[in-house]
């Protein structure tokens, strides 16, 4: 099944992040969307901070594997039920491997291991490299990468090793599992662990056992977010309806280690309400007040920032507001972190906007914030023959955009947003080449059979 994405998150440089569970189908296509920046600081290694100028002209061609189940590799991930697959970095080497979870006519993939293609200079691999899997729980097979039934289980490298640990965080035949641990299968180079580590979970809390990766609803708000800096997702509870100073005044952390989350809570300060809103989530987005997590001064903290205030209209305009993070909460007081005028009446007011601007925030080399431009419907040379880039520094975004030269259109289709997945011609940003840098690749196009069947068209970011 074919959808429209947006992939906003995967323009990314490796440059020494954990690679973790990389994965290429992550949505982001939505004014004022819910965004969170793990807050993975920039590397000081192998990365150059030089502002890129344009995606090469012509593509390079990266191989991929045959199609299986009468079915091609002809975009980033699937979840047909004959070919279930996804871009993701199995190999803890920087780049994301095509990795099959389940196929139609191999019964064994998703039963007792999945397949991966580990990727290459030039190509995935050819063959398969079989990564084994536990055994079934529950009657249910690890025949996807989430599952919601009744097993409840994710990719998560909670270890900090560079690899997705498989987490249970959820079993309807195990009553224990999501009220005093999760169990984690650890990745490993060929396969998941075969028996599970209980990883320790603090008492429920308002009677809400801590049985998902997060949840948004009453009466307990929680998620996972790395806010000590460790490289490690915390546990993070940002609203209790049972302890009214949670999301308040504070957060309460519970920080991860080796074999659980902490007992007991670690109280992270918050800012003052705005516009008479609390800071009670992650990430908010109300019609007085918008503001997500982001690492906006690349201290491998993830800082508070507002992006629009309804009482204060300058914030969104000239400038966000960002609360940076410090090792027992946000700072009490704002920092101005300045962006562009606004484009055709549309203002930088949020993460990302697909109105009549399309842009979003996202990372380069070396971890450098940036906006990206990639449509104006005031500019029709935007989206045509290149995007507009802002980048950043400690203090704000450019006020003048650099281009960025496109490659020319193809099948009729110019390359106006981060990715799309349409009939005529269907492309993403990943860092799919070796290197520190993002990649345009064209996984299909109705204009030419041979991508997606037997290779990708790959335009590098230089």
Not at 59 to 82: E, H, I, L, Y
Not at 310 to 323: I, L, Q
């Amino acid at each position: 099944m074919r959808t429209h994405l947006v992939v906003g998150a995967l323009l990314l440089a490796a440059c020494g992040q954990p690679s973790g569970h990389r994965s290429s189908n992550s949505n982001s296509n939505n004014d004022n969307q819910d965004h969170h920046d793990s807050g993975n600081g920039p590397a000081s290694v192998g990365c150059t901070t030089e502002t890129p100028s344009a995606f090469a002209a012509t593509p390079s061609s990266f191989g991929v594997p045959a199609p299986r189940c009468n079915q091609a590799f002809d975009w980033a991930a699937s979840t047909s039920t004959s070919l279930n697959y996804e871009l993701s970095d199995f190999t803890a080497d920087g780049q994301p491997d095509l990795v099959v979870a389940s196929d139609q006519c191999d019964a064994s993939v998703g039963d007792s291991h999945w397949d991966v293609y580990p990727a290459g200079a030039s190509s995935f691999a050819a063959q398969p490299t079989s990564y084994a899997l536990p055994a079934a729980r529950c009657n249910t097979q690890f025949d996807a990468f989430l599952g919601y039934q009744s097993l409840h289980y994710a990719l998560l490298d909670l270890d900090a090793d560079h690899r997705s640990d498989l987490i249970v965080y959820h079993d309807n035949c195990d009553a224990s599992v999501g009220v005093d641990h999760w169990d984690v299968y650890r990745g490993g180079a060929t396969g998941f662990s075969a028996q599970p580590t209980s990883y320790s979970l603090p008492a429920a809390r308002c009677n809400t056992s801590f049985d998902s990766l997060g949840s948004a609803a009453s009466p307990l708000t929680y998620g996972l977010v790395d806010l000590t800096g460790d490289g490690r997702a915390d546990l993070v509870v940002t609203h209790d309806q049972c302890d009214a100073s949670v999301g308040s005044d504070h957060w309460d952390v519970y920080p991860a280690g080796d074999s659980g989350f902490a007992a007991q809570p670690i109280a992270f300060a918050l800012p003052a309400a705005r516009c008479n809103q609390p800071f009670d989530s992650v990430s908010g987005v109300t019609s007085s007040l918008t503001y997500a997590l982001v690492d906006l001064d690349q201290d491998a903290r993830p800082d508070l920032v507002v992006t629009h205030d309804d009482c204060d209209p300058a914030v969104g305009s000239t400038h966000w507001d960002f609360y940076r993070a410090g090792s027992s909460g946000f700072m009490a007081q704002p920092t101005a972190y300045s962006v562009p005028a606004a484009r055709c009446n549309r203002a930088f007011d949020s993460l990302a906007s697909s109105s009549s601007v399309h842009y979003q925030w996202t990372k380069l080399q070396c971890g450098v914030n940036a906006m990206i431009v990639t449509s104006d419907d005031c500019d029709s040379a935007v989206g045509t023959d290149h995007w507009d880039l802002y980048t950043g520094d400690a203090h704000g975004l450019q006020a003048a955009p650099t281009p960025i030269t496109l490659p020319a259109p193809r099948c009729n289709q110019s390359f106006d947003a981060a990715a799309e997945n349409v009939s005529s011609l269907s492309y993403l940003m990943t860092d799919l080449l070796p290197g520190s840098t993002p990649d345009l690749v064209v996984t299909s196009d109705q204009c030419a059979s041979d991508v997606g069947a037997s290779h990708w068209d790959v335009y590098p970011l230089k």
